[in-house]
Antibody, heavy 126, light 109 residues
Framework: EVQLVESGGGLVKPGGSLRLSCAAS????????MNWVRQAPGKGLEWVSS????????YYADSVKGRFTISRDNAKNSLYLQMNSLRAEDTAVYYC???????????????????WGQGTLVTVSS | SSELTQDPAVSVALGQTVRITCQGD??????ASWYQQKPGQAPVLVIY???NRPSGIPDRFSGSSSGNTASLTITGAQAEDEADYYC????????????FGGGTKLTVL
């Protein structure tokens, strides 16, 4: 059974830092790209960042670029998100989500988020 | 602002059919995937690709696409289908960024 368990959330002051972790089990972690997706209270989902299986390709949403760093440790089956210079608008539940790459004869490759963790809450407030 | 546009709210009578739409330029070239989220829970994938359902998703859920619009259809909506639904795809610039629609709150009457 695929399991993704996030941890590391909490209360932090504006300008502060926090490191989130996502422990993966039930699948070959090193074979999959992974993502962070967040959801502010009462708001919709926002994709934050993705990292390829070997960490060769990393992408960020414009809203976090230069402040957040995604990384992974395949030996520990873990995904991380280092969040610096935190702002009030970063307050959200942060989910890790497994990335699955699929192929279609019409449109070629496409990606989906096929498994999600339960999320960890980050609150940025003074 | 989102590059994928969804109606904020839709309602359907119990047992009837409802279509939830998602519009965006990227949908002319990339498939949308659809996620169901119930209060206090993580999102769950319900439809992906041309019209594929993960294991465990009822066959009353289906997907389609035309031009810049992707649609999620629930045929014979049940009370347990009341939830928020989000579409997702790549952004229109093609630079590997992903984008969600703003979400549609489905109410089953």
């Amino acid at each position: 059974e695929v399991q993704l368990v996030e941890s590391g959330g909490g209360l932090v002051k504006p300008g502060g830092s926090l490191r989130l972790s996502c422990a993966a089990s039930g699948f070959t972690f090193s074979s999959y790209s992974m993502n962070w997706v967040r959801q502010a209270p009462g708001k919709g989902l926002e994709w934050v960042s993705s990292i390829s299986s070997s960490s060769s390709y990393i992408y960020y949403a414009d809203s976090v670029k230069g402040r957040f760093t995604i990384s992974r440790d395949n030996a520990k089956n873990s995904l991380y998100l280092q969040m610096n210079s935190l702002r009030a608008e970063d307050t959200a539940v942060y989910y890790c989500a497994r990335d699955r790459k699929l192929y279609d004869y019409v449109w070629g490759s496409y990606r989906i988020f096929d498994y999600w963790g339960q999320g960890t809450l980050v609150t940025v407030s003074s | 602002s989102s590059e994928l546009t969804q109606d904020p709210a839709v309602s359907v009578a119990l047992g009837q059919t409802v279509r939830i739409t998602c519009q965006g330029d990227s949908l002319r070239s990339y498939y949308a995937s659809w996620y169901q989220q119930k209060p206090g829970q993580a999102p769950v994938l319900v439809i992906y690709g041309k019209n594929n359902r993960p294991s465990g998703i009822p066959d009353r859920f289906s997907g389609s696409s035309s031009g810049n619009t992707a649609s999620l259809t629930i045929t014979g909506a049940q009370a347990e289908d009341e939830a928020d639904y989000y579409c997702n795809s790549r952004d229109s610039s093609g630079n590997h960024l992903r984008v969600f629609g703003g979400g549609t709150k489905l109410t089953v009457l």
